[in-house]
């Protein structure tokens, strides 16, 4: 055994996710029903993990959605199953809330290939993060969340590294308490979901906390952003026969508008949904709709507002 071995297997022996169970040793010796059972009762916990790091996420999310106001971007870093929950949450930005692509950004240790793939050796380079990053160009307008269940990834703990160095704001996403990329990061957010059913298996209730955690995160950091009229997506992207019906039942849902309204705001606005709900509430046309929401940042609420001052 080499000693950087024993030095890995020592550390792997203090983390929560990777602690062994004997209880479940003969899980496989049980029905389908009863494993099924065992790890949807697993699964039960991880919310409940998740609400204890709530004023955590809620101080990163405000601090996240400042800089994002000001021009930055929100960049997820990470290896792995971590990384990949990365990638997917900010795939999943640009058709929901009609962000630019570059707006949020995932970055995977090994690359785009290493979503399908492991690619060896990626995750333990810090050189790796910091390369990844400097070709982003940081600002410190930007946000870099590292991700990593063990909290002790070198990709993402180097991610946040080197985005500190940059004036980025940090924000350290792990499941394990007291953990390196927490105490790397300005924002330490630390969800202990326990031992995994399969040992060590961190794709399971770990990934499924980092799935929740981003889901607030990017969710609500667009509602802060303005890119929703109370729980309507008012900025999506109809990229498709779906997104296109689903923008037609927003504005209804906005405004109470008959389909024949709704069919001429959508075609004076080119099919922007946010300006069709101020042509609709409003009474304005479609360039006037646009210059209202550029003045109000984007936030219809308050372009509703300044037309009704308008008019009094």
Same mark, same amino acid.
């Given at each position: 055994?080499?000693?950087?071995? *024993? ?24 029905? $389908? ?10 699964? *039960? ?47 999943e ?6 962000? /630019? ?13 290493a979503? #399908?793939?492991? #690619?060896?050796? *990626?995750? /333990?380079? $810090?050189?790796?993060?910091?390369? /990844? ?8 307008d930007?946000? #870099? ?32 308490a ?5 105490a790397?990061a300005e ?5 202990v ?35 929703t ?11 498709n026969?779906?997104?296109r019906a ?49 003045a ?8 509703? *507002?300044?037309?009704?001052?308008a008019?009094?």
């Amino acid at each position: 055994m080499t000693a950087s071995y *024993a030095a890995l297997r020592a550390q792997l022996d203090t983390l929560t996710t990777e602690a062994f169970r004997p209880e479940l040793a003969g899980i496989d010796r049980l029905s $389908t029903l009863e494993i099924a059972r065992t790890m949807n009762a697993e699964d *039960a916990g991880v919310a409940a993990a998740v609400a204890t790091q709530l004023p955590h996420i809620a101080a990163a999310i405000d601090a996240i959605a400042l800089r994002m106001a000001r021009g930055g971007r929100l960049v997820y870093a990470g290896a792995g199953t971590a990384g990949r929950m990365g990638v997917l949450d900010a795939s999943e930005c640009p058709p929901t809330f009609n962000t /630019d692509p570059a707006q949020v950004v995932g970055l995977i240790a090994g690359g785009p290939s290493a979503m #399908v793939e492991a #690619v060896e050796g *990626a995750e /333990d380079s $810090t050189e790796l993060a910091a390369a /990844d990053l400097a070709a982003l160009e940081l600002t410190a307008d930007d946000t #870099v969340i590292g991700i990593s269940a063990s909290g002790r990834t070198p990709y993402a703990i180097g991610a946040v590294a080197f985005a500190r160095t940059r004036g980025a704001l940090t924000v350290g996403l792990s499941c394990n308490a007291g953990s390196a990329l927490a105490a790397a990061a300005e924002h330490g957010i630390e969800v202990v979901v326990g031992p995994e059913l399969l040992t060590g298996s961190t794709r399971l209730k770990a990934g499924t906390a980092q799935k929740l955690v981003l889901n607030l995160v990017s969710t609500i950091t667009m509602i802060r952003l303005g890119k929703t009229y109370g729980n309507l997506m008012v900025d999506l992207r109809a990229s498709n026969e779906k997104l296109r019906a689903r923008s037609r039942r927003i504005l209804a849902l906005a405004t109470g508008a008959p389909d024949e309204e709704i069919e001429a705001a959508l075609d004076a606005t080119g099919g922007e949904v946010k300006q069709a709900v101020l042509v609709l509430l409003a009474g304005v046309d479609g360039p006037t709709a646009a210059g209202l929401l550029t003045a109000s940042d984007g936030h219809l609420r308050e372009a509703l *507002a300044r037309t009704a001052a308008a008019t009094e």
